[in-house]
């Protein structure tokens, strides 16, 4: 390297050595992770702060029951949950439908808040969903709708 940073040419005049190459391509990797062949930075310490987030939140359910679990406590009024049920299988595939459904004190009845739809074909399977709740406290349930069967969850409540 030059006295800017700047990598020289590895083969001058059409000789170049192994040496040469194997210097310019630990400059060319020193000038990419910022460190010069000539300069060593210290070693230093940092630390790194991370919210945990479990791999699997709950085991799959059992056919017709929907759990509801939180994936991670969220920010401020940001909250992400897992819903799952164990769906079985159905000659000439599946179609399932989620709702996330508010309760409504007004209404005094529970309105959808969030809906997907998804479906499969083969064996039983777990169905997942995230479905994440934003600036929005209240009293919430899950339901999955498939082939003219309805499963709810227990409400949860979700606070700021």
Not at 57 to 84: E, K, M, N
Not at 96 to 118: C, D, F, H, M
Not at 120 to 136: I, M, Q, Y
Request: net charge neutral.
């Amino acid at each position: 390297m030059n006295t800017h940073g700047e990598i020289m040419p590895v083969l001058a005049g059409g000789t170049g050595t192994a040496v040469r190459l194997f210097l310019a391509t630990l400059a060319a990797i020193g000038a990419y992770v910022g460190v010069g062949i000539a300069h060593v930075t210290p070693e230093r310490s940092i630390t790194l702060s991370a919210r945990t987030v479990p791999a699997e939140v709950a085991a799959a359910p059992a056919v017709g029951i929907v759990s509801v679990a939180a994936l991670d406590a969220g920010t401020g009024c940001d909250r992400s949950y897992r819903v799952q049920s164990v769906v079985p299988p159905a000659p000439g595939g599946v179609s399932y439908g989620w709702t996330l459904q508010r309760w409504s004190a007004g209404e005094r009845a529970w309105q959808s808040y969030l809906v997907t739809s998804g479906g499969f074909a083969g064996e039983a399977r777990t169905v997942r969903w995230d479905p994440r709740v934003v600036a929005n406290p209240g009293w919430y349930r899950a339901v999955l709708a498939v082939e003219g069967d309805t499963y709810r969850s227990e409400k949860f409540e979700v606070s700021c």
